[in-house]
């Protein structure tokens, strides 16, 4: 029976002058070493693991997740790298954190010290079914709509999903003027990403000073007291700068 052949599983990227150790990552049931592979004050915080392309299920995230978590805890200046990277030896990771560096040694000002942070806010179904039925229109349609056939009533429904539609997008921009603009003044940077459910208001993320979190959790708790009867907060963090740093690695086939 032929050895597996091994690769290099890498993490992130961070500044440093030493080669330093994050402890054990468990990767599907075997503990492996994390090491640094290092040129100039950058390195790629890596473990060795078996050479193949790895599932993205949750175990498997959340393994990446708590790596970094750890790499965080212990080094203040953390380039996040997306999961799933293995490159075939030690030499291929120094080669591309080689070419990586002229973007790596303009990151690191940027991003020292900084963490970002997440908040989604979730309409409630209740809240939302009322601010729908307030609308004058929406109940002479729905009382319209009310015993037609499906074929009848259609364009009194696509009008009645237009009514809807507008007001979801007025609540959005409500909560993306009360929540999302006064966190941003807040921040560092910050970015409104897509909303990527139904009843989703608002998809941040916000880059802040790691001093600075009490501070930034208690203006977002502050939001929360506002809105608590009407939406759900999601607040999650700290993560390293994802949503702040344009870097995405691919592994390139031989």
Request: hydrophobic share 40%; charged share 30%.
């Amino acid at each position: 029976m032929s050895e597996q052949e091994m690769g290099i599983y890498i993490f992130s990227g961070i500044q440093t002058t030493e080669d330093e150790e994050f402890g054990t990552v468990e990767i599907e049931g075997e503990e492996r070493e994390t090491f640094t592979i290092r040129y100039k004050d950058a390195a790629m915080v890596a473990a060795e693991v078996p050479m193949k392309i790895y599932n993205p299920n949750r175990q498997n995230l959340m393994m990446h997740q708590h790596a970094v978590a750890a790499i965080m805890s212990k080094n203040d200046t953390v380039i996040p790298i997306s999961f799933g990277n293995v490159f075939k030896s030690k030499e291929d990771v120094k080669v591309l954190l080689e070419n990586l560096y002229p973007q790596f040694e303009k990151l690191f000002p940027a991003i020292k010290g900084k963490i970002e942070v997440g908040l989604k806010v979730i309409g409630k179904k209740e809240w939302l079914e009322a601010k729908v039925n307030e609308h004058p229109e929406v109940g002479k349609m729905s009382a319209s709509v009310k015993g037609k056939s499906e074929a009848a009533g259609y364009y009194e429904r696509i009008q009645l999903g237009g009514i809807a539609q507008k007001l979801f997008a007025d609540l959005q921009n409500e909560v993306k003027a009360e929540v999302f603009t006064p966190l941003e003044e807040a921040a560092e940077a910050a970015k409104a990403n897509e909303p990527t459910g139904e009843t989703m208001l608002l998809n941040a993320a916000f880059l802040i000073d790691r001093d600075s979190e009490e501070l930034f959790d208690q203006k977002v708790n502050d939001a929360h007291e506002k809105w608590k009867d009407k939406v759900d907060f999601n607040y999650s963090g700290p993560w390293p700068a994802y949503n702040f740093v344009n870097i995405r690695l691919k592994v390139e086939e031989s």
